[in-house]
Nanobody
Framework: QVQLVESGGGSVQAGGSLRLSCAAS????????MGWYRQAPEKQRELVAV???????NYADSVKGRFTISRDNAKNTVYLQMNSLKPEDTAVYYC?????????????????WGQGTQVTVSS
């Protein structure tokens, strides 16, 4: 099995910063894309940022210029540096990873989710 463990959430005032981390462990051959999603109360889960294994990143328009996604492939870990936080960034943030497993020369990709970490930004 594969586990994604997130850390770094918390409460901060508007304009502040937080750094989220998500470490993947378990039966992993490699990981393709890793990303962060968020879900605010009574809203659908939305993509925040995603990064490929090669380091190419894409962001939601709402966080461009404020958030930075990065990853350490050797540690199977993805990070989200969040600066200039706004109250509308308040949500539960979830990590996602597209994990490659190999069995008898066959590779299969599976998508895994972390348990979520709360980020609260007060005005």
């Amino acid at each position: 099995q594969v586990q994604l463990v997130e850390s770094g959430g918390g409460s901060v005032q508007a304009g502040g910063s937080l750094r989220l981390s998500c470490a993947a462990s378990g039966s992993i051959f490699s990981i393709n894309a890793m990303g962060w999603y968020r879900q605010a109360p009574e809203k659908q889960r939305e993509l925040v940022a995603v990064i490929s294994s090669g380091g190419s990143a894409n962001y939601a328009d709402s966080v461009k210029g404020r958030f930075t996604i990065s990853r350490d492939n050797a540690k199977n870990t993805v990070y989200l540096q969040m600066n200039s936080l706004k109250p509308e960034d308040t949500a539960v943030y979830y990590c996602n990873a597209d994990v490659i497993k190999r069995s008898y020369f066959k590779s299969t990709e599976y998508s895994y989710w972390g348990q979520g970490t709360q980020v609260t930004v007060s005005s």
